[in-house]
């Protein structure tokens, strides 16, 4: 069974940097498109960000040039950098795992951007 693993929430101030981190456990890690999404206070779970297999990238409009997402297949890790924050990023933020049709969630990590 897949278990997926976030860390690297925090508090930080508008304008600062985070990294967060997705460990993933199980043999499908290389083979499988993982994404950042998050859900803000009130609002719906939204799609970030998105790395396929073979390292190909997508963002959400509203943190194109700012976030990156990456993956280390030999550390079964995905990563998300997330620079000049803003308040409007504070959120849970999840992790997904896509094979095939069936979809995996880790528990969520907390990032507060204060102002």
């Known amino acids: 069974q897949v278990q997926l693993v976030e860390s690297g929430g925090d508090v930080v101030q508008a304008g600062g940097s985070l990294r967060l981190s997705c460990a993933a456990s199980g043999s499908i890690f290389s083979s499988s498109a993982m994404a950042w999404y998050r859900q803000g206070p009130g609002k719906q779970r939204e799609l970030v960000a998105r790395i396929g297999s073979g390292g190909s990238t997508n963002y959400a409009d509203s943190v194109k040039g700012r976030f990156t997402i990456s993956r280390d297949n030999a550390k079964n890790t995905m990563y998300l950098q997330m620079n000049s924050l803003k308040p409007e990023d504070t959120a849970v933020y999840y992790c997904?795992?896509?094979?095939?049709?069936?979809?995996?969630w880790g528990q969520g990590t907390q990032v507060t951007v204060s102002s």
């Open positions: 997904n795992m896509k094979y095939w049709t069936v979809d995996f």
